[in-house]
């Protein structure tokens, strides 16, 4: 099966997970929506793992709205305060945001007027707290920055973000996918959060949208109607298993995260110091700001970063973000930091999980190295 080095594409689901799920697709299962004994069981179900993800996330369990995951909250979170923002008209979003909510802000500017300011972030990746202080004004309802980078693992200082956001009353939406099982922060500060199960050794296809507080002044309008559930803002029957396995994934991961945090850190170092010592000309992009311990994005001079993907097949691992690796641009979160196209091209994503070994992360180096000299004789870069 190869060396898995993409665990912010996606991670494998936990086998205590798929123990959790596995009930609900037979004897366990049931519409959450039915009002007979069946469907009352899987409501209760439905409620209990809705207060384990608010527990995990430190947020009131009533703003917890299941989705299909980050992107459609997202969606919901960004659209929705458009149609309900009165007389503000401006969206303020990082230039590293995934594509979840720069593509959203782009298609509110186009159908609905909306004046989208983007800010740039430092050259560390870090979003620019001065530049965000002389962004927002007013006019702004919503200042969109995520919590954790998914291409560098770049971690933002999200207090500082939502205190910003409130002086000016908008609304601070923070995509704190990459978050659940990689860091602590207090993701508690934001208005609204979107988070997936998927990137925690949960399910594909279930996420939470983190509403506003009830009684804030934030209001959303749905993206999806019809049947009114989720309190109005999210119909459709409920994915019982997905939820089902979201909440355990959460909480296992809560168990987990002081044993797990180091070993991954220990394997991420081990994965960039091999590297450098193995080729030269290898930067770490954000090294020297605050990352999620799993997260390493390279540079290897000389060596496209889309043949070596092609040219290592026994190691997954990506040129990017998963949801724009088809896209033949480079990175526009490297870019917007500033980097040239050039090093934007030669530049790799590696993510190491749960699972991976210390014997993995020196066989792909030595698969990684190879490859990367390969590439550079046949470039004349060697």
Partial sequence: MGIYLDNNATTPVDPAVVDAILPHFTSGFGNAASTHPRGRRAAATVETARDDVADALGVDSRRVVW??????ALNTALKGLGRTRGARD???????????VLDVAEWLAATDGVDVLTVAPRPDGVVDLDALCAAVTDRTFAVAVMAANNETGVINPVGEVAEIARRVGAAYVCDATQVPG???????????????????????GIGALVAPRPGSQFKLEPLLHGGGHERGLRSGT?????IVGFAAALELAQR???SDLPRMAQLRDRLEVGLASRLGGVTVHGKDAPRLPNTSNVRIEGVD??????NTPAVAFSSGSACTAAVPTPSHVLTAMGLPTEA???????????????????????????????LRELNGAA
């Fill in 256 to 258: 987990r995260i002081d």
């Fill in 238 to 242: 409920l994915n019982l298993p997905g």
């Fill in 305 to 310: 970063a889309d043949a070596m993907v092609v």
């Fill in 67 to 72: 989705t299909s995951g980050s992107t459609e």
């Fill in 344 to 374: 934007a091209e030669e530049s790799i994503r590696l993510s190491v999980g749960r699972y991976t070994t210390e014997e993995e992360v020196d066989r792909a180096i030595e698969l990684l190295a190879t490859s990367a000299e390969r």
């Fill in 182 to 204: 990689k860091c602590s922060l207090d993701l508690g500060v934001a208005d609204i959060l979107a988070v997936s199960a998927h990137k925690v050794y949960g399910p594909q």
């Fill in 90 to 100: 401006q969206l303020i979003v990082g230039a590293t945001e995934h594509k979840a």
